[in-house]
């Protein structure tokens, strides 16, 4: 298997743009996990998905953030509109069993200007 | 307040050495322990995982990590450094009866010298 797939690995945009990054989780898993990981605040929890369903979005820091998965094989992260505070890497993980293993794309790197 | 620490923001061994990265947690019952790397430019790898039992927790490169209940400790060690063992490692702990939520520490950056 490939691995956990995001896209795109940069991006940079201007505020008040809408971004979306995109993440395809490995097969056959069934969770799936979006986090955010800045210098000030470490690693951080944005949203969980189960089984397409989202569980847990108490990380998603405003109305400005939404996720989706509208199937097993592929999640998005959008933000509208983007503020320079958003600039930071994303990650999204993904896991057969939500006690084992968070296998971890690449992280998309996102400049907001 | 829950929490995860890594005390030592950035080490730097020699090649060859030993090493040790601490991790404390402060947790009202012990929570699932892990132990993540991340090289520059890359996702999370999983090193090792303890949940319950023996308390010395055997993982991949050669890394090992002692569970300490009475420190609230989930240490990371390795005996013999290697150059490409360079980035940065972090402590997670997932809160039992949460069974999803990886809360991870601050990251410990490891530079390994010549």
């Known amino acids: 298997d490939a691995g956990v797939i995001q896209s795109p690995r940069h991006e940079v945009t201007e505020m008040g743009q809408e971004v979306t990054l995109r993440c395809k989780p490995i097969?056959?898993?069934?969770?799936l996990f979006w986090y955010r990981q800045t210098m000030m605040r470490g690693l951080e929890l944005l949203i969980y998905f189960n089984n397409n369903v989202p569980i847990d979005d108490s990380g998603m820091p405003e109305d400005r953030f939404s996720a989706k998965m509208p199937n097993a094989s592929f999640s998005t992260l959008k933000i509208q509109p983007s503020e320079p505070r958003d600039s930071a890497v994303y990650f999204c993980?993904?896991?057969?069993?939500?006690?084992?293993?968070?296998?971890f794309g690449a992280g998309t790197r996102l400049s907001v200007l | 307040a829950q929490s995860v620490t890594q005390p030592d923001i950035h080490i730097t061994v020699s090649e060859g050495a030993s090493l040790e990265l601490r991790c404390n947690y402060s947790y009202g019952a012990t929570p699932y322990l892990f132990w993540y790397v991340q090289s520059p430019g890359q996702g999370l790898q999983l090193l090792l995982k303890y949940f319950s039992g023996d308390t010395l927790v055997q993982g991949i490169k050669g890394f090992e990590a002692e569970f300490k209940r009475s420190q609230s400790s989930f240490n990371l060690r390795k005996p013999s450094v290697h150059w490409s063992d360079a980035a940065e490692y972090f402590c997670?702990?997932?809160?039992?009866?949460?069974?999803?939520?990886?809360?991870f520490g601050k990251g410990t950056l490891l530079t390994v010298n010549p």
């Open positions: 997670a702990v997932v809160e039992r009866g949460s069974n999803y939520k990886l809360t």
């Open positions: 993980a993904s896991t057969e069993d939500t006690l084992d293993i968070q296998y």
């Open positions: 097969s056959g898993h069934n969770s």
